[in-house]
């Protein structure tokens, strides 16, 4: 029968959660059953509007792609994506006892921010968090999905490697600002992807400039063109820029993402973009790993 999913020290076993982190360097790729592609939204650093890039990426291959979408909040000491996505509520459960995502815009979502008290800090050692990503990622009733967006904690620790290694990850998303502090971070963000072995399936360049509310002028306070020159270095995909604007502050604050919001204004078709190019790199990512080249 379904029932509130009690979050009650599920966790605080340590003779699990040590087999588990045993376990995590030895197996790698296990998919989740139901789920075509995997992607992993990150950054070498906070600050860089990740979440806010994941949310809309995600509603955006909802309703502008036609697919089926879930959002993974893997940033479990800073869990936003409730709140950007208006969300309230622990899970029902299966009769099972696997969690049901809570859904909006489409998108069915799960999130440490769902789990505990709204103000409740998240105390845990490394271990503790692995499982709990285990738990949510793997003990979700997510159904079909064509992909699973995963919205990555910053930068490239624990968190990241378990992720990485425990699910079968389609490809990897970096987003950064222009400025040459950030995109140093995003350059370490993606060799570790790299030494993983999850083919990276762009960079976007978010915060590329400020739009004026008044006049409609972009200003280039974080440098100009820094994420483009940054993929060009790297040989890797350049898959947009993301302006900053008013609204998107203050959807984010709603809970209404700006696709939903003002899918007309820049922002927004930006995310559109960006969401299509994903889609057409994960055809070409699926086409090169089971169709190799064969030369006789």
Not at 43 to 57: F, H, Y
Not at 248 to 260: A, F, H, S, Y
Request: hydrophobic share 40%; glycine share 10%; aromatic share 6%.
């Amino acid at each position: 029968m379904k029932g509130a999913f009690r979050f009650n020290g599920v966790f605080n076993n340590w003779r699990f959660v040590r087999g588990f982190s045993a376990l995590a360097g030895k197996a790698k790729g296990l998919q989740i059953p139901g789920i075509k592609d995997i992607i992993a939204v990150a950054s070498g650093k906070g600050g860089v509007g990740k979440s806010t890039t994941a949310v809309n990426l995600a509603v955006a291959l909802a309703n502008r792609c036609q697919l089926a979408v879930g959002l993974l909040d893997a940033d479990v000491y800073g869990p936003s994506v409730p709140t950007m996505m208006k969300l309230h509520g622990k899970p029902e459960t299966t009769e099972d006892l696997k969690m049901i995502p809570k859904e909006n815009y489409g998108v069915k979502c799960m999130s440490m921010g769902l789990l505990v008290e709204k103000d409740a800090p998240i105390v845990w050692r490394g271990p503790m968090v692995m499982n709990a990503l285990e738990k949510m990622a793997k003990g979700a009733e997510w159904g079909k999905l064509d992909v699973l967006v995963v919205d990555m904690p910053p930068g490239t620790g624990d968190a990241q490697l378990t992720i990485s290694q425990r699910l079968q990850l389609s490809g990897a998303i970096i987003v950064s600002t222009p400025q040459d502090i950030a995109l140093l971070d995003a350059r370490r963000g993606a060799h570790m992807f790299a030494k993983v072995d999850v083919p990276i399936i762009g960079i976007i360049e978010n915060m590329s400039c400020f739009m004026c509310p008044h006049c409609s002028q972009p200003s280039f306070i974080f440098g100009e063109g820094g994420a483009r020159r940054t993929a060009n270095e790297l040989s890797l995909e350049y898959l947009g820029d993301i302006p900053i604007e008013m609204d998107i502050r203050t959807c984010c604050d709603e809970g209404v993402p700006i696709v939903i919001s003002s899918p007309d204004s820049k922002s927004a078709r930006g995310y559109t973009d960006v969401a299509q190019k994903v889609v057409k790199r994960l055809e070409d990512l699926s086409q090169k790993q089971f169709h190799p080249e064969i030369s006789l």
